[in-house]
């Protein structure tokens, strides 16, 4: 621990050092032979090809040490190669890589599965499932949640992200690039709106309730509330950019669905294991989820999701009607056990909020700055500004793109996000040091002062 509570270095010097432009000579050699070998319909947000990752800290082909504000898309909140996780990982490796958990189980599986239903809201008993990605998750939620109602409708919000399977498309709201060119789409999914409160039309201070009511009106209108297996919601949304639901939209959405016989789906895939400051970030209104997803943060970059939910809903599921060739699989449990008891131990949800306590008042003082900033938003270490022309609300993904391209020039990895794609999202690993942190901020400072 250093003296600031941020842990100490580990194996990476944790500090920016730019070496060559960027991307530099090697992983521009790289993205030549990528291009011939790689389908195009895979991007990368910054072209630098990694040879190692530590804490807060990127490193690419031709030496150049990153700060790292993505942390794989909030994956890896623990740090990069995390010991503990680096550990368990190889220690499982030179035992067994795989059985197939549906042909002979094994421990770790049911010890992950004893720990979400332990952390996710709510006391009461609960079931998992364990599967590969987020979108498997989202989609066997939505499998479970049809099957535990006999009703067929999905109902999700504007700006929603949950995937890009089939289904998982068609349940994201953003035709550009998830939809485009990809239907027909899956049936019996319908779109609400959502208290957006920057974007609200009647401004930010009716919007959760007003947004609500438009929500229980159109399903009671339009589609009838008993033929509704879930409502699913992010409870922050993510790809759709960062995106808090005004105050008391989402309780008062699960109140209607309680009192209809709807489940409420928490897809916590990208808001989930500390992400926020809270565990969960549906704690944060005392939002108690019939099912939850999960996947990103769980298991520190190994493929693993999971759903986990009331175990009367659970257990109504068929033998057989779950599962998957590789679904926790037996190296990416040892790595969720290793996070949980990273995030236990070191009481990441506070350090994740530290970071928010930190970066908040500066991004703030950045909009006061530049009126194009016309919006901060986001909990603990899951922070963005949407960017607008000034004087308007008017996005501006231009400006967004050019923005972020100044900050990667200069060794600070950030993403954009939003259904304009006129955010610029911040997800630091919850173990960045704390100078390292406020030096990306003085970079995207200097940015914007381009
Ligand atoms: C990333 C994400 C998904 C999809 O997860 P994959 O592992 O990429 O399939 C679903 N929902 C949310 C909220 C996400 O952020």
Redesign the pocket.
């Known amino acids: 621990m250093t003296s600031n509570g941020f842990p100490a270095p580990g194996r990476l010097p944790q500090e920016r050092r730019i070496v060559t432009e960027i991307p530099g000579p090697r992983s521009r050699e790289l993205q030549e032979r990528r291009l011939t070998a790689v389908a195009p319909g895979v991007g990368s947000v910054l072209p630098v090809y990694v040879t190692d990752a530590d804490g807060g800290v990127v490193v690419d082909a031709d030496g150049n040490s990153l700060i790292d504000f993505g942390s794989g898309?909030?994956v890896t909140g623990v740090g990069n190669a995390n010991p503990r996780v680096a550990a368990r990982v190889a220690e499982q490796a030179g035992r067994f890589t795989h059985t197939c958990f549906m042909v002979a189980p094994y421990e770790s599986y049911v010890a992950v599965c004893e720990n979400l239903n332990r952390i996710t809201p709510g006391d009461h008993e609960k079931r998992s499932i364990l599967v590969n990605?987020?979108?498997?998750?989202?989609e066997n939620a939505v499998k479970i949640a049809r099957y535990a109602t006999g009703r067929p409708a999905v109902v999700v919000f504007d700006h929603g992200?949950?995937?890009?399977?089939l289904l998982?498309m068609t349940l994201t709201a953003k035709n550009m690039p998830y939809k485009h060119g990809f239907g027909p789409y899956a049936p019996e999914v319908y779109r609400a709106p959502l208290a957006y409160p920057y974007r609200w039309p009647t401004g930010p201070d009716g919007c959760g309730p007003e947004a609500a009511a438009q929500v229980v009106d159109q399903i009671t209108k339009q589609i009838g509330p008993s033929n509704v297996a879930a409502v699913l919601i992010?409870p922050i949304?993510?790809?759709g950019g960062f995106i808090e639901p005004a105050p008391g939209f989402l309780p008062a959405i699960a109140e209607f669905c309680r009192s209809n016989g709807i489940l409420f789906i928490a897809?916590?895939?990208?808001?989930g294991f500390a992400r926020t400051g809270d565990m969960f970030a549906c704690e944060h209104e005392g939002i108690v989820p019939d099912l939850v997803?999960t996947?990103?943060g769980i298991a520190g970059g190994l493929p693993l999701?999971a759903v986990t939910g009331r175990a009367d809903i659970m257990d109504k599921v068929h033998g057989g009607g779950l599962g998957g060739t590789y679904g926790g699989n037996p190296l990416a449990c040892e790595a969720a056990l290793a996070v949980l008891e990273e995030i236990e131990e070191g009481k990441l949800t506070r350090r994740a909020a530290r970071i928010g306590e930190i970066m908040l008042p500066r991004l703030r003082a950045l909009a006061e700055r530049y009126p194009a900033v016309g919006d901060v938003r986001g909990r603990g270490a899951m922070l963005a500004i949407e960017l607008v022309r000034p004087g308007t609300k008017d996005p501006d993904p231009e400006l967004t793109a050019r923005v972020a391209r100044r900050c990667h020039e200069r060794g600070l990895l950030v993403l954009t996000a939003g259904t304009y794609g006129n955010v610029l999202r911040f997800l630091p690993p919850f173990v960045i040091p704390e100078d390292l942190l406020n030096e990306g901020l003085d970079i995207l400072e200097e940015s914007f002062a381009d």
């Open positions: 898309i909030a990605s987020g979108a498997e998750a989202v992200y949950h995937g890009r399977t998982t992010e949304l993510g790809e897809d916590e895939v990208q808001t997803a996947a990103k999701a």
